[in-house]
C-alpha cells in the first residue's frame, strides 16, 4: 500500500488542502450559506411576526395571509437553491483532493462545469441515499411499536432506550456503508446514480468498514475539539463586549461556523479514503 495513503497521512494532507484552499471554499461557500441563512429567516418570519410583533387572530390576520405565505415560500426556496449549492460543494472539493494530490492543482470552474451536467444524476445518488436511510429509521420505529405493544408499562423505558440504541448502530452502519458515494460519483462518471449507492456499499465491507468507522470517529473528534476551542475563544473575547444572554447565540454561531469551514478538510479525508481502497485493487 502506498505510504501517502496511511491513516495519519490522510489526516495530514487533509488539513493541508483545507489551509491551501480554505480562500477558495471561502468563496464558493459564501452565497450559498447565506441563502440558506436568508431561507430560514424568511421562513421563520411569519410565524414570529404574528406571534411576537403583532400577535394577530382572527379577522386581523386575513390581510396578511397571502403576503406571509409568499414569504414562508420564498423562504423555503431559497434555501433549497442554496443547500443544492452547498451540496455541489462536496463534489468540486472531491475532485480538487484529487488533482491537489496528483499534481498539486485546483481548478475550479473545470470541476463546476464537469459536476454542473451531471448534476441531475447526483441529485439521484442523494436521493437514493436518502430513501434507504429513511427506511432503516421507519423499519426501527416499527420493530419498537411491534415489541413495545404488549409490554407493561414498567418495561417500556427500557425497551425504547434499547431500540433507541439499535437504531442509532444501525445508521452509523449505514453512515460508514454510504460514506463514499461522492467520490464514487465525482470519479467514476459512467455508472448510474443506483449503481453509485450500491457500489459504495458494497466496497466498504469488513476491515475497511472499521477503517473508515475509525476514520470518521477520528474526523468527528477533530471537528468537535476545533469547535470547542473556537467556542471557548469567542465566548470568552465577547464576554467583554457583549451581555451574557448573547453569549450562547454566538457560541452556537461560531461552531456553526467552524463546521462549515472544515468542510473541505472533511472531503478531502473521504477522497483520500476512497483512493487508499482503489489502490489496492
Known amino acids: ?161 434499547m431500540a433507541i440504541l439499535l437504531m442509532t448502530v444501525a445508521l452509523i452502519w449505514y453512515y460508514v456503508k454510504i460514506t463514499f458515494i461522492v467520490p464514487i460519483f465525482t470519479m467514476e462518471k459512467d455508472l448510474k446514480p443506483y449503481d453509485v449507492f450500491l457500489k459504495s456499499f458494497n466496497m466498504i465491507k469488513g476491515s475497511k468498514f472499521w477503517f473508515i468507522f475509525a476514520l470518521g470517529l477520528v474526523v468527528n473528534i477533530i471537528t468537535i475539539i476545533l469547535e470547542l476551542i473556537f467556542v471557548f475563544l469567542a465566548s470568552f473575547i465577547c464576554s467583554f463586549f457583549i451581555s451574557e444572554n448573547f453569549i450562547q447565540s454566538i457560541a452556537n454561531l461560531v461552531s456553526s461556523l467552524v463546521y462549515v469551514l472544515l468542510f473541505p478538510f472533511i472531503t478531502s479525508v473521504v477522497m483520500l479514503a476512497y483512493k487508499r481502497m482503489t489502490v489496492n485493487q
Open 1 to 161: 500500500m502506498d505510504r501517502k495513503y496511511m491513516f495519519y497521512n490522510i489526516i495530514g494532507r487533509s488539513f493541508d488542502f483545507l489551509a491551501k484552499n480554505l480562500f477558495t471554499f471561502i468563496k464558493c461557500a459564501f452565497f450559498p450559506v447565506v441563502m440558506q441563512i436568508l431561507g430560514i429567516i424568511l421562513s421563520l418570519f411569519p410565524c414570529i411576526f404574528l406571534t411576537v410583533i403583532q400577535k394577530l387572530d382572527g379577522e386581523a390576520l386575513i390581510p396578511y395571509i397571502i403576503p406571509m405565505l409568499i414569504c414562508l415560500i420564498v423562504g423555503i426556496i431559497l434555501f433549497c437553491i442554496g443547500f443544492w449549492k452547498y451540496l455541489l460543494l462536496s463534489c468540486y472539493f472531491t475532485l480538487g483532493t484529487n488533482d491537489y494530490d496528483e499534481n498539486k492543482g485546483f481548478y475550479l470552474q473545470i470541476y463546476k462545469n464537469d459536476i454542473l451536467k451531471r448534476q441531475g444524476n447526483y441529485a439521484k445518488v442523494l436521493l437514493w441515499a436518502a430513501l434507504f436511510g429513511i427506511l432503516i429509521f421507519v423499519a426501527g420505529m416499527l420493530i419498537v411499536f411491534a415489541v413495545s405493544y404488549n409490554i407493561a408499562k414498567q418495561a417500556l423505558p427500557l425497551i425504547l432506550a
